[in-house]
């Protein structure tokens, strides 16, 4: 997939490149179990925001984790119908330069998605 998304690019696996997307896929799973006490939409979210989180900062490529991470975090939300945020490379720029933490994401996620709902009337 990525390679179609980025025909120029070299796409190469670091040493142990695999095993990081396998581990970041795990802390994915993680975030969802153990935030079983919070609406589904909620458990989605932190899950994205541990795989984006994981990528960016364990780097399974020799270039292209950001993109990794962005496209990734990009094609979660959409298969789980969750609303995508417009400035997903800054935001992993912000985890990358360690401005950003797991949580921040998941809280700027929140805020995406809360942002996204229909206000109820108020009726007069």
């Known amino acids: ?25 795990a802390a994915a799973r993680w ?6 006490d919070q609406p589904c939409y909620a458990r ?5 925001a541990a795989l984006f ?3 960016v900062m364990l780097h399974p490529l020799t270039d292209g984790n950001k993109r990794l991470a962005s496209i990734t975090l990009w094609a ?3 298969v789980n119908r969750l609303p995508r945020p417009r400035k997903i490379a800054e ?3 912000k985890v990358a330069s360690r ?3 797991q949580e921040d994401i ?14 109820s009337g108020r009726g007069g």
């Open 53 to 55: 989180y994981e990528l």
């Open 99 to 101: 401005e950003w933490s």
């Open 31 to 36: 975030a969802f179990q153990f935030s079983e």
């Open 44 to 48: 989605k979210l932190a899950a994205a």
């Open 76 to 78: 979660f939300l959409r």
């Open 91 to 93: 935001a992993a720029l």
């Open 1 to 25: 997939m990525l390679r179609d998304l980025y025909p120029m690019d070299p796409i190469e696996w670091k040493g142990g490149g695999r095993e990081q997307v396998k581990q970041a896929i």
């Open 106 to 119: 998941y809280k700027w996620l929140l805020r995406v998605y809360k942002a996204s709902r229909p206000r």
